[in-house]
């Protein structure tokens, strides 16, 4: 029995601090938003790939071909800082052939092909585009495509839209929880944001198509089903409130 009153007066002496603090009581409120805009770029990454015997048939092939990607994309209208080139890249492939002579000697035959490539990066202003852009590019011989990506150069602007948003979307949240619960607010304590940071999704990489498929919030604040070509921008913030 002593052992027992012993307890109780060491918990009771640790929870007096607490109380005799007088710690307000706080409301802790989370909220997203969710912003949709229209890309306003697309990013095309292609490539020139040739598997020859003679080195300077296959170079002189893709520097050919190579000049006149970059002519044609000129000719449309693509300034040359919107125009990225890689270094034309040369990998020897080394093989091995067993050949046996008349007499039964046997001896190995070296031989070395090569395999060469380019790649393009370039930017398009109207994303409108791509799709002709694309197709003219295999037309004249491209025969890589390895990224077709769209992004929005006003994508700060949507995440302070979408911030915005979800402030105020906790504050209205946190209103209808007091009213529900038969409490009062007093004022915001504490403001956090927790968004992970957010890329443009590639459209169509490396042969396989994958898309961003949001679009506009409508006036009721549902999300809507799914739509093609725009991009999703979200906030998530956390409001601390006091509670009178």
Same mark, same amino acid.
């Given at each position: 029995?002593?052992? %027992?009153?012993?307890?109780?007066?060491?918990? $009771?002496?640790?929870?007096?601090?607490?109380?005799?603090?007088?710690?307000?009581?706080?409301?802790?409120?989370?909220?997203?938003?969710?912003?949709?805009?229209?890309?306003?770029?697309? /990013?095309?990454?292609?490539?020139?790939?040739? #598997?020859?015997?003679?080195?300077?048939?296959?170079? +002189?092939?893709?520097?050919?071909? @190579?000049?006149?990607?970059?002519?044609?994309?000129?000719?449309?209208?693509?300034?040359?800082?919107?125009?990225?080139?890689? @270094?034309?890249? %040369?990998? &020897?492939?080394?093989?091995? +052939?067993?050949?046996?002579?008349?007499?039964?000697?046997?001896?190995? +035959?070296?031989?070395?092909?090569?395999?060469?490539?380019?790649?393009?990066?370039?930017?398009?202003?109207?994303?409108?585009?791509?799709?002709?852009?694309?197709?003219?590019?295999?037309?004249?011989?491209?025969?890589?495509?390895?990224?077709?990506?769209?992004?929005?150069?006003?994508?700060? !602007?949507?995440?302070?839209?979408?911030? #915005?948003?979800?402030? +105020?979307?906790?504050?209205?949240?946190? /209103?209808?929880?007091?009213?529900?619960?038969?409490?009062?607010?007093?004022?915001?304590?504490? %403001?956090?944001?927790?968004?992970?940071?957010?890329? &443009?999704? &590639?459209?169509?990489?490396? @042969?396989?198509?994958?898309?961003?498929?949001? !679009?506009?919030?409508?006036?009721?604040?549902?999300?809507?089903?799914?739509?093609?070509?725009?991009?999703?921008?979200?906030? $998530?913030?956390?409001?601390?409130?006091?509670?009178?």
């Amino acid at each position: 029995m002593k052992k %027992i009153y012993l307890l109780l007066c060491i918990f $009771s002496l640790a929870m007096a601090p607490a109380f005799a603090a007088g710690v307000e009581p706080l409301i802790n409120v989370t909220a997203e938003a969710e912003v949709r805009i229209k890309p306003d770029r697309a /990013a095309l990454t292609f490539g020139l790939y040739e #598997k020859t015997d003679n080195l300077r048939q296959g170079a +002189q092939k893709l520097n050919t071909l @190579s000049r006149q990607v970059t002519d044609y994309l000129r000719n449309r209208g693509i300034e040359d800082r919107f125009i990225q080139t890689d @270094s034309l890249h %040369i990998q &020897p492939i080394y093989m091995y +052939q067993t050949i046996t002579a008349k007499n039964g000697t046997k001896t190995q +035959q070296e031989t070395v092909r090569y395999e060469l490539s380019q790649t393009f990066t370039i930017t398009l202003e109207d994303p409108a585009e791509y799709e002709d852009v694309l197709y003219a590019l295999l037309e004249m011989g491209i025969n890589r495509v390895e990224n077709v990506s769209f992004y929005s150069t006003q994508l700060r !602007q949507a995440r302070d839209e979408a911030r #915005k948003l979800a402030v +105020q979307y906790a504050r209205e949240k946190a /209103a209808l929880l007091a009213e529900a619960a038969d409490i009062r607010l007093g004022k915001i304590v504490n %403001i956090s944001e927790n968004t992970a940071a957010q890329w &443009p999704t &590639p459209r169509l990489a490396a @042969s396989n198509i994958s898309q961003n498929a949001v !679009q506009d919030l409508p006036a009721d604040g549902q999300l809507p089903g799914p739509a093609t070509g725009m991009i999703s921008v979200k906030a $998530s913030v956390l409001l601390t409130y006091k509670i009178k």
